[in-house]
C-alpha cells in the first residue's frame, strides 16, 4: 500500500453520534449503544494514502470481520466469550483466494451466520473480486486475504498485533487497496 | 451498516450501505447485486478526495426490516449477561469494559 502522506482533522463525533437516530435495519438499543460509543471515542488523526494509480491497476485484498476461519486453521475461540462476554479473540486468519463456503465457517456470535455459510460472498465477496479482476475493473486480486471477529469491545491485542500483521503481509504481497467489510 | 461508527474510528474513506448485519454485500446467490455493490465500495476509494470521507451508496434493501431480520441462533453472550444482569448496561453504554479474567483452567 501507498505510504501515508498526509493525516485529515478528525471528525465532529457529536456530530456523527447524532446522525445515528434511524438506520431502517438497526434496532433501539442498538442505535443508542453506538451513539454512546461514538461519543466517546477519542479524536483520531485520521490516515491517508491517496491512490496514485486506477483501479484498473490496483491488486486488492479484502477484510472480513465475520470472524472467518477455514476448517484447516484453527476456529475462532467462541468459547471464552460465552465464558467472559467482555473477551473477544483478536486473533486473524489468512484466508486464501479461492476459498469458498464449503472451506471455511463464520464464527462471528452476534449476527447471523447462516448467509454467509449459504453464500460467502454475501460477507467475503472472492468469487465477485475475481471477475472484476478478470474484467480489468480492478488490476488484480491479491492471493491472501483476511478475517478477524466483530464485535471486539477493548481492541487493544487488534490494534497493537493483528492489524500490523496484517498489514505487513498485504504489504509482501504488493497490495494496493484494502477493503474492510463489515457485518 | 453504520457508516458514522466507522468513520467515527478514523477509516480514511468509508462507503455507507443500508443492509441489514449479516449480509453486506446482498443475498445469497445475488451475484450481479453483490458485484454491483463491490465495485460501488471499491469505486469510493477512488473517488474520496478528503481523509474522512463517507459516500452513501444508492442501493435498496429488497425487503422490509420486519422480513429482513435475522437473529444470530442464539443471543450473543453479552446480550445474555445484561439480561441476567441489567445494571451493567451502564458499563457497556460507557465502554467501561473489565479487563479480561484469565481463561478458566479445564
Redesign the interface.
Known sequence: MTETLAGGQPADHGELAKRVRFHPFVDGPTRKLVRSWIEREPAHPVPWAPLTKPLSACRVALVSSAGIARHDQPPFDQERERRDPWWSDQSWRPIPLGTTEADAGIYHLHIDPRFGAQDLDCVLPLRRLQELSADGVVGGAAATHYSFMGYILQPRQLLASTAPAITARMAAEAVDVALLVPV | ??P?????????RVAGI????????????D?AG??A???A???V??RAR???TVIQLPFT?PQS?RD?R????VP???V??IKRKPWLAVK????D??D??Q??AN
Open positions: 451498516m453504520i458514522e461508527f466507522t468513520a467515527s474510528v478514523g477509516a480514511p443500508e443492509f441489514p448485519f449479516g449480509r453486506p454485500l446482498g443475498l445469497p446467490g451475484r453483490q458485484r455493490v463491490l465495485t465500495a471499491l469505486e476509494i477512488s478528503t481523509p474522512g434493501w426490516p429482513a435475522a437473529d444470530p441462533p450473543p453472550p453479552i445474555q449477561l457497556l453504554l460507557a465502554r469494559i473489565p479480561p479474567r481463561p478458566t
